[in-house]
C-alpha cells in the first residue's frame, strides 16, 4: 500500500488535534482531503475510525452509485491511510471510506472537486533539418501529445524569442498531434539557419492548462565546406596505410563521411566513417600493392541534415621500384587507340590540340622533358587537370643510353618531380627514351625509378619532317589498329592535322584514349 510514501499524511493526520479524533471516536470520518477541497495528482486520503476496526477500504465515484477501489489499509497502527491517483480526471467525485469492524462495516462519504492539469509531451522528428528543396530532409515533424482529450498549441521561437509559427491542434481523446514545418515563418518566408525552441501548451476539456517541456530544432542550408591538410605518406609506396588529414566547416559537428580513393581510371578503395568532430583524420590501407602513379582522394560528409559536402579530389603519388618493360602495342584492348604527344616545345600547339581534344571529350597522352614545364605551368596543369596521361621524356631531352647510372636516375628524378611541381601529377609509371635511344640500363632505372613502363610505339607518321596535313592523317589512319601507340608531337602541323586525324580514326572505329585507359582495357 506504499505505506512509505504516507508516512508524512499520518502526522498531518494527528496534526489535525485531538479534537477531531474525539469526536470520531465512535464513528468513521474522513480527515484529509476536507469535504469540497479542490484536488488533483496523487492525493493522499486520512481516515479515523472506531478503536474496534480492523481494516479500512478506500473507494472513489464520480455518481455516488458506482464505486471504483483505491486501496485497503489492514493496519490501523499508524493510521488509516491511502495514497489516491486521480489519474486525469476532473470535476465533483465522491471518496468513500468504510471501516470493517466486529458488528458489521461502517462508511463515510464526501464530495471533493478533482482538477488534474493534462501531461504534454514534447516531441520533435528531424531535429536538423534543411529546407533548401534538394529533396534530403527538407522538413522537421513538429508535435505534442496529450494523456487526455483537448487541444495542444505549438510554436516556434526563434533565438531572440520571437514566435515564428503557431499551430493549434484538437484530440478527442488522449494521443499526440503533429505538424510538418519547412522552416517558413507565419508570412510564408524561409527562416535563417540557426536553433529554435519547439515550445507546446496543452489544455484539457476543462481548460486546465500545462506547458510542454521545451525542444529544440535546426535549420541548416549549408553543406559542409572541406579543406585538405595532407597525406601521408606522400610520396607513399602503395603498400602501406595513408592517413588523410582535412576540416570541416559547418554549422554542425556530426558527420556520417565516405573516403574513395581513385587511380586515373578506376576506384581503389572506399571507406566509410563517421565524426563527432571538425578536424579529422582518416585511414585507408589498400588490400594489394598500388602501381605507381598518380592516386586521387575525395572526402564525402554528410550533416545531420542530410547536406552533403565534398572535397575537392587531393592527388598524392605513388613510387615504388619494379622491373622496367619496353611497351610498343597492346593486345585485347577493343577498339581504341592512344595518340601521344612529345616534346612540348611550341606552346600554342599543345595548346591547341589540348583544345581539340577536351572540345571531342577524348583523352591523350603527353610527353615532355622536365625543364620545359616550368615556363609552361599552366599548360602542364590544364593537361593534368583535363584527365590526359603524362609520362617523363628525359629532363633536358638528352640521349640517355651509353650513360653512367648516376647521369640516367638524376635525369628521370628530375623529370618525375618537374611533373609533381607543376602539374600534381607524377610522370610514374611511363618513360618515353628521347630519341627511341635507350639500353639495359635505361630500362632497369626507369624500372627503378617508379617508371616501370618504357613507352615506344607501332605507328610514327615522322610529323616532326612536316609531311603535310594530308599526309599525316593518312599515315596514323593507315596505320593504327586496336591497341596501337601512335606517336605524334606538339607542332604546329600536327595540332592543324589533329581534327581530321581524329575524323579519319572514328571513319575506321578507332577511339583515342590515354595511355591509363589503354592499359586498364589490356588487363
Known amino acids: 500500500m506504499a505505506r512509505a510514501l504516507l508516512i508524512g499524511l499520518t502526522a498531518i493526520a494527528v496534526l489535525l488535534g485531538t479534537s477531531v479524533a474525539a469526536a470520531a471516536e465512535d464513528s468513521v470520518a474522513i480527515t484529509l482531503p476536507a469535504p469540497g477541497a479542490v484536488v488533483g495528482g496523487v492525493v493522499p486520503v486520512v481516515a479515523v475510525a472506531p478503536a474496534d476496526t480492523t481494516s479500512m477500504v478506500f473507494e472513489w465515484s464520480d455518481d455516488g452509485a458506482t464505486w471504483n477501489a483505491i486501496a485497503t489499509d489492514e493496519d490501523g497502527s499508524d493510521g488509516w491511510t491511502a495514497a489516491w491517483d486521480t489519474g486525469a480526471r476532473d470535476g465533483t467525485v465522491w471518496l468513500r471510506a468504510t471501516a470493517a469492524r466486529p458488528g458489521g462495516a461502517e462508511s463515510t462519504v464526501i464530495d471533493v472537486v478533482l482538477r488534474n492539469a493534462p501531461t504534454v509531451k514534447t516531441w520533435v522528428r528531424r531535429a536538423h533539418f534543411s529546407p533548401n528543396r534538394d529533396g534530403r530532409r527538407d522538413t522537421a515533424y513538429l508535435g505534442a501529445s496529450l494523456n ?60 486546465n492548462k500545462t506547458k510542454g517541456k521545451a525542444r529544440r530544432v535546426v535549420i541548416d542550408t549549408v553543406a559542409p565546406r572541406i579543406a585538405w591538410d595532407g597525406v601521408s605518406p606522400e610520396p607513399s609506396s602503395g603498400r602501406v596505410r595513408q592517413y588523410f588529414s582535412f576540416k570541416a566547416r559547418d554549422a554542425d559537428r556530426f558527420f556520417a563521411g ?26 585507408w590501407k589498400p588490400r594489394r600493392a598500388l602501381y605507381p602513379g598518380t592516386y586521387r582522394t575525395r572526402v564525402r560528409l554528410v550533416d545531420q541534415a542530410a547536406n552533403v559536402g565534398w572535397s575537392r579530389a587531393k592527388p598524392w603519388r605513388v613510387h615504388r621500384s619494379m622491373t622496367g618493360k619496353i611497351v610498343q602495342r597492346l593486345e585485347d584492348t577493343g577498339r581504341v587507340v592512344a595518340l601521344t604527344f612529345d616534346d612540348c616545345g611550341d606552346a600554342d600547339a599543345w595548346r591547341t590540340i589540348l583544345d581539340v581534344l577536351r572540345a571531342r571529350g577524348l583523352k591523350a597522352s603527353f610527353f615532355c622533358p622536365g625543364s620545359l614545364l616550368s615556363s609552361r605551368a599552366r599548360l602542364a596543369r590544364r593537361t593534368v587537370d583535363d584527365g590526359h596521361s603524362v609520362g617523363a621524356h628525359g629532363w633536358d631531352h638528352a640521349n640517355l643510353a651509353g650513360q653512367s647510372d648516376s647521369f640516367v636516375r638524376s635525369r628521370m628524378l628530375k623529370d618525375r618531380a618537374a611533373w609533381w611541381k607543376y602539374g600534381r601529377a607524377t610522370s610514374a609509371p611511363y ?36 609531311p603535310g ?8 589512319a593507315g596505320g593504327a589498329r586496336p591497341g596501337s601507340i601512335v606517336v605524334l608531337h606538339t607542332i604546329a602541323e600536327t595540332a592543324r592535322a589533329l581534327p581530321a586525324m581524329l575524323d579519319a580514326l572514328a571513319a575506321k572505329n578507332l577511339r583515342p584514349v590515354n595511355l591509363d585507359r589503354l592499359f586498364y582495357r589490356a588487363r
Open 469 to 476: 596535313t594530308s599526309a599525316l592523317v593518312q599515315r596514323v
Open 148 to 207: 487526455e482529450a483537448g487541444r495542444v498549441r505549438i510554436r516556434v521561437v526563434d533565438a531572440d524569442g520571437r514566435v515564428r509559427r503557431t499551430w493549434e491542434k484538437s484530440l478527442s481523446t488522449l494521443g499526440s498531434v503533429g505538424v510538418r514545418w519547412g522552416g517558413r515563418s507565419a508570412r510564408g518566408r524561409l527562416l535563417r539557419d540557426g536553433s529554435y525552441r519547439v515550445l507546446t501548451v496543452g489544455w484539457d476539456l476543462a481548460q
Open 258 to 283: 565516405r573516403l574513395a580513393v581513385r587511380s586515373t581510371v578506376r576506384r581503389v578503395g572506399l571507406s566509410r566513417f563517421s565524426l563527432d568532430l571538425r578536424d579529422a583524420t582518416v585511414s
Open 431 to 466: 618513360f618515353r627514351p628521347p630519341y627511341m635511344a635507350y639500353d639495359d640500363r635505361v630500362v632497369r632505372t626507369a624500372g627503378e625509378t617508379s617508371m616501370p613502363r618504357v613507352m615506344l610505339w607501332d605507328v610514327d607518321p615522322r610529323d616532326w619532317e612536316r
